[in-house]
């Protein structure tokens, strides 16, 4: 699978222990455990095995967040950003849709898988 191993764990734990939270990603975890969380996953996500014995729901959402939110590029890319925010002014449906599928398509692999597996999460 081409999604980063970091956001994979995150998911994984919060779809285990989480999805019957309320407001998951709305509410803050502990600064220094997400810190750390973070620091410690990007070192050697392999290896990390998160236990809810020893990380909180909101600690792993929030390290999601702040992964996402530290990207350089983010998931739409600097090259895109432009097009995805004239989209929405676009009147017609059927063409509205048609450009937010071009520029899904036109993702890197990695962006792309990492986005699906993000809204199927969320979904859930």
């Known amino acids: ?5 970091i956001v994979d764990r995150c998911i994984d734990y919060i779809t285990q222990c989480g999805l019957t939270s309320e407001g998951i990603y709305r509410k ?4 220094s455990k997400i810190t750390s969380l973070l620091e ?5 996500a392999r290896k990390v095995r998160l236990k809810e014995e020893d990380y909180q729901v909101d600690d792993v959402a929030n390290t999601l967040k702040r992964f996402f939110r ?12 432009q ?10 449906s059927t063409e509205r849709i048609s450009r937010y599928r ?22 859930r």
Request: a negative charge; charged letters at 20%.
């Open 40 to 44: 410690t996953l990007r070192r050697d």
């Open 1 to 5: 699978m081409d999604v980063p191993i």
């Open 28 to 31: 803050s975890g502990q600064n």
């Open 102 to 123: 071009r520029l899904l398509n036109s993702l890197p692999v990695v962006n792309k898988a990492t986005l699906k597996a993000l809204i199927n999460h969320l979904y």
């Open 70 to 81: 530290d990207l350089q590029e983010g998931l739409f890319t600097q090259d895109s950003a």
């Open 83 to 92: 097009a995805w925010l004239k989209i929405p002014a676009v009147e017609d």
